[in-house]
């Protein structure tokens, strides 16, 4: 009836202004990324002691990826419907696929950077920018997150096209158009909810290693978890009275480990037998 068509349509211009201010912060946030830290980082790698080939390996579709969206949002951000725009430019999805393909082997080299105090400093001077930070969080350890939020961006459109169908009848005009968009979208997200628990647990590694330094060893392994940390106090040997230091201690699966507070690694130990509670 009458009415039905009313709030359908409210819902649909609803869904549709959701995802267009989610795209303009999306664009702005790689536009961030890839202006105050991935175009310099490029310039400035054999200074980072960091090889050039590699910087591009991590970001080169990151890059691509703001490109397009950019031309996209320019076109969307006047429609009513996004669901035409979409339909034309679909093809886009396989960025997004051969990122996905690439991300363990990205996470390894951003694993490898954090050796190098040079690449360290540089990248936290660079997220002290102010512009930067409107859009970029800037601790050093945030940054395997914007590494991880394509996937995210996947998993809200393919919400997007999935609820949208549920409010739209079969003969509508856009109906065909938007369940097209949804399948191609399914095949990527479906990988990506499939990997999604490993794709975190290592994102996680990497957010932990980059709070840590002059640690002997990499934290981010494909087979190793987080499982807890805590700011402990230790007790002092060889003081007289009670003296105690602050400490990071962090669990993972297969050992622990404790830094000072400012992140230095002190001591790790790997546990012999996995504990069944853990797995």
């Not at 339909?87 to 190098?116: C, H, P, R």
């Amino acid at each position: 009836d009458e009415t039905s068509e009313v709030i359908r349509h409210q819902k649909k211009e609803a869904y549709n202004h959701e995802l267009v201010t989610s795209e303009d912060f999306y664009v702005s946030e790689l536009e961030s990324l890839c202006t105050h830290i991935i175009s310099p980082l490029k310039q400035n790698a054999i200074r980072c002691n960091i090889k050039p080939e590699q910087v591009t390996f991590v970001f080169g579709i990151i890059q691509h990826i703001l490109s397009f969206h950019l031309q996209l949002l320019r076109i969307v951000r006047d429609e009513l419907t996004v669901v035409h725009s979409f339909e034309t430019y679909i093809g886009f999805i396989q960025m997004y696929a051969d990122y996905f393909k690439k991300y363990n082997s990205i996470l390894d080299i951003v694993s490898i950077w954090s050796e190098s105090m040079e690449w360290r400093e540089y990248m936290i001077l660079r997220l002290q920018n102010e512009q930067c930070q409107k859009f970029i969080d800037n601790r050093l350890c945030s940054i395997p997150w914007y590494l991880y939020r394509p996937f995210e961006r996947i998993k809200q459109y393919y919400r997007f096209f999935r609820d949208l169908e549920k409010i739209t009848i079969t003969t509508d005009e856009e109906y065909n158009k938007l369940v097209k968009c949804r399948n191609t979208l399914k095949t990527l997200y479906d990988k990506i909810k499939q990997k999604d628990i490993h794709l975190i647990k290592k994102t996680r590694l990497l957010e932990i290693q980059l709070q840590i330094f002059d640690n002997p060893e990499p934290i981010v392994t494909d087979d190793r978890y987080f499982i807890y940390n805590r700011i402990c106090q230790m007790k002092l040997s060889g003081h007289l009275g009670k003296k105690y230091k602050h400490i990071h201690l962090y669990i993972f699966n297969d050992g622990l480990l404790w830094c000072s507070k400012r992140g230095q690694f002190k001591k790790g130990f790997k546990f012999i037998n996995t504990n069944l509670l853990y797995g």
